[in-house]
């Protein structure tokens, strides 16, 4: 009996013990679960078109993130109203304007993390990417780098348009988000190279194939949008209007030679866009190269490659801007790479015409809004010069306005009379109607 007591003894002793261990295990395990959850609810990922708000008003966000951000704060984030409403308030203090109503795109790694809430548009990722990928650009909101936010841009872009985002960001200029020709000045977001790394580096993403393929139409540090706009006429596929020309370089620097030093005073020169197979320097021209002292300039550049080898085509804003003047200046290119019409699609016109159209859209918007302000300029000029006419008391639409008054017999004078045979020239008080005389 006592020793069937002292194992019953033993065995609640057990018993008890097993519970204590359950119960502090349980407890650590609910507390790192509730841990987790809680890290979970507390970050959220700017991403997509948010994301490409933000790098084309501040460039120095892509400059922020030195260090990689944690996983566990990037994978297990998920939004909540809180978050979104920090993030609207940081990208209204940074004057970051998004499309109206359009809400806030974010992403989230695993699909139980997607929130349905009010302003947010949630993508879900299946593909993970380091840490290194991500900035922190406040206390629990991040944002994609510059180039996820470029392959994310593939996922809802059109081909020529992406192309043109690309340039953007390898370029030293910045669009914004309206559709005006205006932009600013900046360092470039990225390259070419960081690009194709990143792509490459991946496989079985949503819009990798996009992506690759359109930034091999890319060139690094176009300086605006016009020279952006005439190097993908050249990049382009011919399907797509371009010439196809892979062998190019823009803001290519050619130093001057002992030939041609004696011809400017310059000790290099930097190239538009520079064609390898011919040693063609195409240059774009704008208003800036209109002054006297700029076609000065201009010559002796001009001169200068010659001496060196290199032959030169200028594009003026003009023939850029006109279908037949820039079809001359295009045909001028295809001759000097070697570039046969037998080898263009038998649409390639029409379709050089329609990309042409495309990368001048915004000029060609921004001049129809000059001119039709210059239109409402001249009809109120009009209606004020009529409301004028008017008060004076005369009609501007009288048609015998300008007519000279009949000779009738009361205006013939008679010189018969003596009082009116006058042989001086003066008036009476030596006034002469129309002029002034030293007596006024």
Not at 320 to 345: D, T
Not at 355 to 372: P, Q, T
Not at 395 to 417: F, G, H, R
Not at 422 to 436: H, K, L, N
Request: charged content about 30%.
């Amino acid at each position: 009996m006592l020793q069937a007591a002292s194992f019953s003894i033993i065995g609640v002793k057990l018993l008890d013990s097993f519970r204590y261990v359950a119960r502090f295990y349980l407890g650590v395990y609910r507390k790192h679960r509730r841990s987790v959850c809680h890290a979970i609810c507390m970050s959220i990922v700017l991403s997509h078109n948010t994301a490409k708000a933000v790098y084309q008003a501040a460039y120095s966000v892509s400059a922020i993130g030195t260090e990689p951000c944690s996983p566990a704060e990037i994978y297990g984030a998920r939004p909540s109203k809180e978050l979104l409403d920090s993030a609207a308030d940081w990208l209204v203090r940074h004057n970051i304007a998004l499309d109206d109503d359009a809400p806030l795109d974010t992403t989230v790694f695993e699909r139980a993390n997607v929130r349905n809430i009010l302003g947010c548009k949630c993508h879900v990722s299946s593909k993970r990417f380091s840490g290194s990928r991500f900035i922190r650009i406040a206390d629990d909101i991040y944002i994609v780098s510059v180039e996820l936010c470029a392959l994310q841009a593939a996922t809802y872009l059109p081909f020529r348009e992406l192309v043109e985002y690309y340039f953007e960001l390898c370029g030293a200029y910045s669009l914004g988000r309206d559709t005006s020709a205006a932009y600013t000045e900046r360092f470039a977001l990225t390259s070419t190279s960081s690009l194709k790394h990143f792509f490459n580096s991946l496989t079985d993403c949503k819009g990798l194939e996009l992506a690759r393929k359109a930034v091999r139409c890319v060139r690094d540090r176009c300086r605006s949008p016009m020279e952006t706009a005439f190097v993908m006429m050249l990049t382009l596929p011919r399907r797509e209007g371009g010439l196809g020309i892979s062998e190019i370089e823009t803001d290519y620097e050619v130093k001057v030679t002992a030939a041609a030093k004696d011809l400017t005073r310059r000790e290099k020169f930097y190239m538009d866009a520079y064609l390898k197979r011919s040693r063609t320097d195409i240059e774009y021209n704008g208003f800036q190269h209109d002054a006297e002292e700029d076609r000065a300039i201009d010559e002796e550049r001009k001169n200068a490659l010659a001496s060196m080898g290199y032959g030169i085509i200028t594009v003026s804003r003009y023939s850029f801007m006109h279908a037949s003047a820039f079809a001359r200046v295009m045909e001028a290119i295809q001759r000097k790479e070697g570039i046969r019409p037998s080898r263009l699609p038998k649409d390639f016109a029409i379709k050089q015409e329609e990309l042409r159209r495309f990368v001048l859209r915004r000029f060609i918007e921004e001049k129809k809004r000059i001119e039709e302000l210059l239109c409402q300029d001249a009809e109120q000029r009009s209606v004020l010069e009529l409301e004028h006419a008017v008060l004076e008391g005369i009609s501007l639409n009288d048609p015998t306005i300008n007519d000279a008054p009949a000779i009738d017999d009361m205006q013939v004078i008679e010189l018969d009379y003596p009082e009116f045979a006058q042989t001086s020239t003066s008036t009476p008080e030596g006034r002469v109607y129309g002029a002034r005389t030293e007596a006024d």
